[in-house]
């Protein structure tokens, strides 16, 4: 079985998920001392990490993701005649991805073999931007979604916001949670 695009031009389509990933690699990087630099303002909090913990680094891809597909679809999208409903859902793909990989590549290597160190934190951050970008530009490119399809990923996409948000200052006294640097939770 072969697979069909649905879009047929590959001029512009592919460029913006490869530029995507420097953009999100970089901001989401930056983003992990934005707290810091907003002075550890509390309207900051939903959208950058306020602590060491594995959840709060999943701000750092999921919010990145979010502006640079914003971008490119407020900028680009009538000019190139980008679907919105493929982009919205290559969009949120590559939002919910890149955290699944992150939160599943950390406990796989922390508790199945022991490994947990800031090398294998950013090679997990840098391969969830990758393999994001790449499965949302062949969503993209293949896929011509449903209306149901786009209905629950934009539902999960405001579940996993509305979440950043609530556990920002209301965390759950769960692994994901904890701050290991200090054994709390929150800021």
């Known amino acids: 079985m072969t ?7 590959d001029a512009f389509i592919i460029r913006p ?5 420097p953009f ?3 901001f989401g990087g930056l983003s992990h001392f934005a707290f810091a630099w907003f002075g550890k303002a509390s309207w900051a909090a939903p959208f950058v990490p306020v602590n060491e913990s594995v959840w709060e680094h999943l701000k750092m891809s999921y919010w990145s ?6 971008f490119i679809f407020l900028f680009f999208g009538k ?19 890149c955290p699944l990989l992150i939160v599943t590549g950390f406990y796989t290597l922390k ?24 499965l949302a530009s062949r969503t993209y490119r293949y896929l011509e979604p449903p ?16 979440a950043f948000v609530l556990f920002s200052f209301q ?17």
Do not use: H
């Open 111 to 134: 508790g199945a073999f022991g490994i947990e160190s800031l090398f294998t934190d950013e090679l997990l951050f840098f391969f969830g931007i990758i393999s994001g970008q790449l």
């Open 65 to 70: 993701t979010f502006l640079w597909f914003l």
């Open 3 to 9: 697979e069909k695009r649905v879009f047929q031009s």
């Open 79 to 97: 000019r190139y005649r980008l679907s919105p409903s493929r982009w919205l859902l290559a969009g949120i793909v590559s939002m919910l991805f």
């Open 171 to 187: 965390p759950p006294t769960l692994p994901l949670f904890l701050d290991t640097p200090t054994g709390s939770y929150g800021f």
């Open 147 to 162: 209306r149901i399809w786009i209905g629950t990923a934009t539902v999960l996409w405001l579940l996993f916001a509305l």
């Open 17 to 21: 998920f490869v530029a995507g990933i």
């Open 24 to 26: 999100i690699l970089i």
